[in-house]
C-alpha cells in the first residue's frame, strides 16, 4: 500500500526518464521471457539483476531469482564455496536494490529469504543494518530485518538493547528505538536473563529516560516510554483473585422467593426463585479455564459437585475478570434453619490460565457460613420505591470489613520495589506538573501507587490530590474533556471503596425488600463506573443524576436485584448490554436518558461479514411483529433477556403507548411499568 | 532573533514543518474572504485535468513496466470516483482490458501483464474494477480462481503472504480479505488463526505494527482493524488504546502523522481517521461510547461557529447534555426532532481541522495533492488525501446514507465528495452495486 510510485518531479528529467523507460521496458520485455520458459542461465540471471537494481519493486524477478537459486544449488551438489558465491551475489543484488529504494518489500524479504539459507555473517548483516539505521532512523523495514537476524543468529538480546542505548544517546526522539527497547526489555525480563530483574532493570529505566523526558518535556517518545514502564512496574505477571462473594469470613442468609420476617440487619439475605445463589471469582486480569476441575467446592449442601463456571463477558470469548457459578441451596424436604460451611479452593491444580498465557499459581481458599432458610411464600408484588424506606446501614466496620475484603490484591507480590520504585517517579513528576503531559502522568503514578498500598493507614491519601489534578486537567485541556472526566470518575469510585468507613456513607438498608445492602452513589457526577469488584455484595444500586453512558462494569454485580440508571445519558437499549448478565434483576429504571433520541442505525457495522452469525433466534415476538422488532431491536435484544418485574422509561424520546406495548410483548412478567400495574 | 533551543533531531525536522504549515496558514489568515474562499476550493477541473491525463498516459507509455499499475489504476479511478466523475467508456474499456491481462492464469492479479499474482496488485485491482463498475468490469473477476489464489496465500500460521514466496503481514492479511469479502467468497479457512495473528501485531501503544514486535503504523492500523470488523473478530482487540492511540496520531498541524513522533503527512488523513470514523461507529453501535468519547475533541465547536451557518443551532450531542442533567422532565425539546440531526456525532478527532491541512497544505494549486509542503505531488497522494477528506466530511454522519451539513465541509459545499465504503475505501455506491452482483453470483 505504500509501494509509492517513484517518480521524477522535474521537468528537465523527464528526458532522462523516457530515456530509462525504454531501456526498462526492453529489459523487462526479456526477463519476462526468461522467467516464463524457465530459463536460470547466466546470462539471463543477470538481466534480472539488472532489472532489480533499476526498479527493486519488480517482485516477480525477486522470485524468479529464488527459483534460479535453487536451480543453480541444485546442480552444483554441495561444493561450499560455490554455494557461498551463489548466496553472496544474492545479497550483493539485494543492497543495491536497497541503495535505489530501502523501502522495498520485496529486496529486504529476498534477503531474508537468502539468510534462512543458513548463509549469513551477523557482522556484515548489522552493518549494513548501521549505514540505512542511519540514513533513516524510523525505517521500519530496517527495524523488522534487525529485529529478524537477531532471532536468526541468536545474537543476544543484551547486545541488541545496548544498541538501543546507543541510538537513543544518539538521538533520543527516535522513538523506533525506544519501541524496540520494549520489545527487547520485554523478552529479557519475562524469560529472567542474568540481570534481568524487573527490581533491579525497572529502575535503571526509569533514569534513563528521565534524561530524555527533562531534557526536553515537549518530545513525545519518552513520555510514551515512561507508559510502558509504568504498566511493566503495576502489572503482575500471574493473575490473582481480586475478590469473591460471598468473601472470606462473611455470613449470608439464603431463602427461597418472598420474604423473610425481621432478616437480621447485619447479615446479607439472598432471595431466590430457584433456589440457588451466586458465587462470584474476580480476579485482575482476564482468564480462562475456570471449571470444577480448577475450583473445588467442599460443603454439606448437596449437588455442587460438579458446578458450572461461566465467564461474563460481552465478548464471546471463555476469558474473563469475573467468573460465576450457581451454589445449589435449597432442598426440597421441608427444613428447621440449618448453618452450612462453604470451603471454596482454587489454584491447587493448574488450569486457570490469565489471557497472556501465565498461571494462576498462588492456592487460595475462602470459607464462608450460608444460613439457609425456608420462606412462607410471598407472592406480593409490590412496588420498589426510590424515594423512601431507606436507613443509612451504621453497620460496624467489622460487618463491611468482611463484605470488602480484597482477597488476594497483592499477596505474594514484591510489592516493594514497586512501590519504591512509584514513589520515586511521583516525587520526580512533581517537578514537572504544570505542563499536561505531566500532570496526567503524576495523576497516573498516584493511581498506582494506591492500588499498591497496603497499609490502611495512608491507604487513600492521594484521590484528593489526583482528583484536584484532573480537575485541572479538564479546564487546561477541554479538547480531552470527556477523557479526563472519566478518569475522575474513576479515581473517584476509588476513592470511596477505599475504606469500609467512606464506602460507609453511601451504604443503605432497604426495609421494603428484606433490608436489602443498597448502595446510594446519585448526584455524584459520574461518567464511567469502576471499582465494581469491591461492591460485589450490593443488591441495589441508585446511579441516578449522573452522566453515564453505559453500564460496562455491572455485569459482575450478581446480587444486583434493583438498579436506578434514572437521570443519565443512557442513549440506547445497546448501552444496557452488560445488565443481560445479571440473572437477578428484577427492577429497572432508566427513566430520563436519551434512549431513542440518537437513531441507531448500525446494523451494516454489526453485520458487516458475511460470516457473522447474530442470534437472530425465531421467536414469538418476532413472528408477531417483525416491524416493531426491527425498529426497537436495541431494546428487543436487551429485554428479552432479562426477568424484570418492574421497569420505568419515562422521560426518553422512545417512550410511547407503541414501544410500552412492545416492552409488554418481550416481558410478559412485568407487573410495573413506568409506576403503574399494565392494563389498569 | 532569539537564540533557538537545542532541538532533537525529530524536533528539528517538526519545526521545519510546522514553519511551513504556519506560514500557509498565517497566510490564509490573513487573507480576504475571496482569497481565502479560494484557497480552499478543490479546485476539481484541475484535480480532474491531473488524473485524466495521468490516466490516459497510463495507457500509452510505460506499458508493463513497474510492478505497480493496477495501484496506478486504482489510486487515479478511485480519486476520480470521489470527486464524482468518471472516464470515458473507451478509457474504462481499456482499463478493463489491461487488469485483464494482469489477471493470472491461476488467478489474483500481478502488478503488470506476466507478473506474478500478488495480494496487494489483487486488492488494487478488484477496487479498481468495482469503482469502474458494471457488468463488464464485474464479471471480468475469475472468482473461483480468486478463491484458489486466496487459500494459496493462506499461512498456516493464520496470515497471508503477499505472493508465493513473499512476506507476510497485516497488510497482506488485509488485502485477501478485503477482496474475499467483496466478492462474496470468504470462508473459515481463509479466516482460520488470522484474529490471533492480528491481535499478536498490536502493540502496547494500541495501533497495530506490520508484523509481531513491529512499531504500530497508521496504514497497518487501518488494515488490521478493518481485517478485524471484516471477519468478525474485532472485539478481541484492545479497542480502547487503539482508538486513544489513532486520535492521538492527530497534531498541531491538524493532520495525522503516521507513527508516534514523525511528522504529518497527507496520506494519513485516509490510515488514520477512517479507523476513527469506523471505531466511533462500532463504539455507537455498542454504545460503549463512554470510553471512545473520551478522546472526543470539542476543538471542533469553535471552528464551527467561525463557521456562520444558520444551521448551527447547539445540536451537537456534547453540547445539550451538558444541559440536560436535573430536572429535565422532558430534556428533548422540539428543536432536536429532526433524524437529519439525530444522526450526527461528534468526531474523535479534529474533522475541520484535517480538512484544513489537506486543502492548504496537502492540495497543489496545478491539480493533485502531496505529502506536506516542499513534496512532490503522485497519485498515491492524491487518492488518500482526497479518501481522508470525504471520511472528515462525513466523519458527523453515523451512516454513509445522509448526506453532511454545510459546516462539517470546509469550504464552499462544492468540495464536497462522494462517500467511501471505510472497510473497502471504494466510493458507497460502486460497494453496493458489487455487493449486489457478487451477492447474486453466488
Known amino acids: 500500500m505504500h509501494g509509492r510510485p517513484r517518480k521524477a518531479s522535474k521537468p528537465e528529467d523527464e528526458a532522462a526518464s523516457a530515456a530509462k523507460a525504454v531501456k526498462l521496458r526492453s529489459l523487462q520485455s526479456q526477463f519476462m521471457t526468461y522467467h516464463h520458459e524457465k530459463i536460470y542461465t547466466k546470462e539471463a540471471i543477470e538481466l534480472s539483476t539488472k532489472l532489480l537494481e533499476i526498479n527493486p519493486e519488480a517482485y516477480t524477478a525477486w522470485n524468479y531469482r529464488k527459483l534460479a537459486v535453487e536451480d543453480s544449488l541444485s546442480r552444483i551438489e554441495s561444493d561450499p564455496n560455490s554455494v557461498k558465491s551463489i548466496l553472496d551475489e544474492e545479497l550483493r543484488v539485494v543492497e543495491n536494490a536497497l541503495k535505489q529504494n530501502f523501502k522495498s518489500y520485496g529486496a529486504w524479504h529476498h534477503r531474508k529469504w537468502v539468510l534462512s539459507k543458513g548463509h549469513s555473517s551477523t557482522g556484515n548483516e548489522l552493518k549494513l543494518l548501521d549505514k540505512f539505521q542511519k540514513l533513516d532512523p524510523r525505517n521500519f523495514h530496517a527495524w523488522n530485518y534487525r529485529r529478524f537476524v537477531v532471532e536468526l543468529t541468536n545474537r543476544s538480546e543484551q547486545d541488541e538493547l545496548q544498541y538501543t542505548d546507543d541510538m537513543i544517546n544518539n538521538n533520543f526522539s527516535n522513538y523506533s528505538a525506544w519501541h524496540n527497547r520494549s520489545v527487547l526489555l520485554s523478552s529479557l525480563l519475562a524469560n529472567r536473563v542474568d540481570g534481568f530483574i524487573p527490581e533491579k532493570k525497572i529502575p535503571d529505566e526509569y533514569e534513563i529516560v528521565h534524561q530524555a523526558i527533562f531534557t526536553d518535556p515537549d518530545d513525545q517518545s519518552g513520555w510514551f516510554y515512561h507508559l510502558w514502564l509504568l504498566a511493566q512496574t503495576v502489572n503482575v505477571e500471574s493473575p490473582l483473585l481480586t475478590s469473591s462473594w460471598p468473601s472470606h469470613g462473611s455470613s449470608v442468609i439464603l431463602s427461597g422467593a418472598g420474604c423473610l420476617i425481621g432478616s437480621p440487619f447485619n447479615v446479607i439475605t439472598f432471595c431466590s426463585e430457584t433456589g440457588s445463589v451466586p458465587l462470584i471469582l474476580y480476579f485482575d486480569q482476564a482468564v480462562g479455564g475456570v471449571s470444577s476441575l480448577t475450583v473445588t467446592i467442599d460443603s454439606e449442601l448437596k449437588g455442587n459437585e460438579n458446578l458450572v463456571w461461566e465467564p461474563i463477558s460481552n465478548k464471546s470469548s471463555q476469558v474473563s475478570c469475573v467468573w460465576v457459578a450457581r451454589l445449589k441451596y435449597l432442598i426440597s424436604e421441608p427444613c428447621e434453619s440449618k448453618e452450612y460451611k462453604v470451603k471454596v479452593r482454587l489454584g491447587n491444580s493448574p488450569g486457570i490460565i490469565s489471557s497472556r498465557g501465565f498461571n494462576f499459581s498462588t492456592p487460595y481458599e475462602f470459607v464462608f457460613t450460608a444460613h439457609v432458610h425456608d420462606t412462607a411464600k410471598d407472592s406480593q408484588e409490590r412496588i420498589v420505591s426510590w424515594t423512601d424506606g431507606f436507613e443509612l446501614w451504621n453497620a460496624q466496620s467489622k460487618d463491611l470489613n468482611s463484605l470488602a475484603t480484597s482477597d488476594q490484591l497483592n499477596a505474594g507480590i514484591d510489592l516493594k520495589w514497586r512501590q519504591a520504585a512509584i514513589d520515586s517517579e511521583i516525587e520526580c513528576f512533581r517537578l514537572l506538573a504544570d505542563s499536561k503531559i505531566g500532570k496526567l502522568t503524576l495523576a497516573r503514578l498516584l493511581m498506582a501507587s494506591e492500588a499498591m498500598m497496603s497499609d490502611a493507614v495512608v491507604k487513600g491519601v492521594h484521590y484528593e490530590e489526583i482528583l484536584q489534578l484532573y480537575n485541572d486537567l479538564m479546564a487546561l485541556d477541554s479538547s480531552h474533556h470527556h477523557y479526563y472526566k472519566d478518569e475522575h470518575s474513576v479515581a473517584f469510585l476509588h476513592k470511596v471503596t477505599s475504606s469500609s468507613e467512606s464506602l460507609s456513607r453511601y451504604l443503605f438498608r432497604y426495609r421494603g425488600m428484606n433490608n436489602l445492602v443498597c448502595l446510594r452513589l446519585n448526584k455524584l457526577s459520574l461518567s464511567r463506573i469502576a471499582s465494581v469488584e469491591k461492591l460485589l455484595f450490593v443488591q441495589m444500586l441508585d446511579l441516578s443524576h449522573n452522566e453515564l453512558h453505559s453500564t460496562e462494569g455491572l455485569e459482575a454485580m450478581q446480587l444486583l436485584s434493583c438498579l436506578n440508571l434514572s437521570h443519565n445519558r443512557i442513549r440506547n437499549f445497546s448501552a444496557l448490554d452488560s445488565l443481560r448478565h445479571v440473572k437477578q434483576l428484577k427492577v429497572l429504571d432508566v427513566s430520563h436518558n436519551h434512549i431513542g433520541k440518537h437513531s441507531v442505525d448500525t446494523t451494516r457495522y454489526l453485520c458487516s461479514s458475511p460470516l457473522s452469525n447474530s442470534d437472530w433466534s425465531q421467536d414469538d415476538v418476532r413472528r408477531q411483529n417483525p416491524g416493531l422488532v426491527t425498529k426497537y431491536w436495541d431494546a428487543y435484544f436487551v429485554l428479552r433477556d432479562l426477568n424484570l418485574k418492574q421497569l420505568d422509561i419515562a422521560g426518553n424520546e422512545i417512550a410511547g403507548d407503541e414501544f410500552n406495548s412492545f416492552v409488554l410483548q418481550v416481558v410478559p412478567k412485568l407487573v410495573w411499568l413506568n409506576g403503574q400495574k399494565p392494563g389498569n | ?442
Not at chain 2, 500460521?157 to 492479511?173: N, T
Not at chain 2, 482460520?192 to 495501533?207: A, F, K, N, P, V
Not at chain 2, 444551521?311 to 428533548?332: K, L, P, T
Open chain 2, 1 to 442: 532573533m532569539e537564540e533557538l533551543p537545542i532541538l532533537t533531531v525529530s524536533q528539528r525536522e517538526q519545526f521545519l514543518v510546522e514553519n511551513d504549515v504556519f506560514g500557509i496558514f498565517g497566510y490564509f489568515e490573513a487573507s480576504d474572504v475571496s482569497t481565502q474562499r479560494y484557497m480552499l476550493e478543490i479546485q476539481r477541473d484541475k484535480q480532474l485535468d491531473y488524473l485524466m491525463k495521468g490516466f490516459r498516459q497510463l495507457g500509452r507509455e510505460f506499458s508493463s513496466l513497474d510492478a505497480n499499475r493496477p495501484w496506478l489504476c486504482y489510486w487515479i479511478l478511485h480519486s476520480i470516483a470521489l470527486l464524482g466523475e468518471s472516464v470515458d467508456d473507451e478509457l474504462e474499456n481499456n482499463a478493463i482490458e489491461f487488469l485483464g491481462r494482469c489477471q493470472g492464469s491461476d488467478g489474483g492479479y500481478g502488478g503488470g501483464p506476466g507478473q506474478l499474482p500478488h495480494l496487494a496488485t489483487t486488492y488494487a485491482a478488484v477496487n479498481a474494477l468495482v469503482t469502474i463498475g458494471g457488468d463488464k468490469a464485474l464479471s471480468s473477476i475469475n472468482r473461483e480462481k480468486m478463491s484458489c489464489f486466496l487459500r494459496r496465500m493462506k499461512d498456516r500460521s493464520g496470515g497471508f503472504r503477499m505472493h508465493d514466496m513473499g512476506e507476510m503481514d497485516v497488510r497482506a492479511c488485509y488485502t485477501a480479505i478485503s477482496v474475499a469479502s467483496i466478492l462474496n467468497i470468504m470462508d473459515d479457512e481463509l479466516t482460520r488463526g488470522l484474529g490471533e495473528y492480528i491481535l499478536s501485531c498490536q502493540t502496547y501503544e494500541g495501533g497495530i505494527g506490520g508484523e509481531p514486535g513491529s512499531e504500530a503504523h497508521g496504514g497497518n492500523t487501518y488494515c488490521g482493524l478493518a481485517t478485524m470488523i471484516l471477519i468478525n473478530e474485532v472485539d478481541s482487540l484492545n479497542l480502547d488504546s487503539l482508538m486513544n492511540w489513532a486520535v492521538h496520531r492527530q497534531g498541531v498541524e491538524m493532520g495525522f502523522q503516521g507513527r508516534t513522533n514523525k511528522l504529518v503527512d497527507g496520506c494519513y488523513t485516509f490510515w488514520q481517521a477512517a479507523p476513527c470514523v469506523l471505531l466511533q461507529r462500532f463504539y455507537s453501535a455498542h454504545d460503549l461510547v463512554h470510553h471512545g468519547s473520551s478522546h472526543i475533541s470539542q476543538g471542533t465547536d469553535k471552528d464551527h461557529e467561525d463557521h456562520h451557518d444558520p444551521e448551527d443551532s447547539d445540536d451537537d450531542d456534547d453540547s445539550d447534555e451538558e444541559d440536560s442533567d436535573e430536572g429535565s422532565v422532558n430534556g428533548h425539546g422540539v428543536h432536536h426532532t429532526s433524524t437529519y440531526i439525530n444522526r450526527r456525532m461528534q468526531p474523535v478527532f479534529d474533522s475541520l481541522g484535517l480538512q484544513r491541512y489537506v486543502l492548504l497544505c496537502s492540495k497543489m494549486p496545478d491539480g493533485g495533492f502531496r505529502d506536506k509542503p516542499r513534496k512532490p505531488r503522485d497519485f498515491y497522494h492524491t487518492c488518500y488525501c482526497l479518501s481522508g477528506l470525504s471520511v472528515a466530511q462525513h466523519a458527523w454522519l453515523k451512516d454513509e446514507d445522509t448526506p453532511p451539513l454545510t459546516r462539517d465541509v470546509l469550504g464552499s459545499y462544492s468540495n464536497l465528495l462522494e462517500p467511501v465504503d471505510l472497510l473497502h475505501n471504494v466510493v458507497i455506491d460502486r460497494y453496493n452495486e458489487a455487493i449486489e452482483y457478487f451477492f447474486k453470483a453466488a
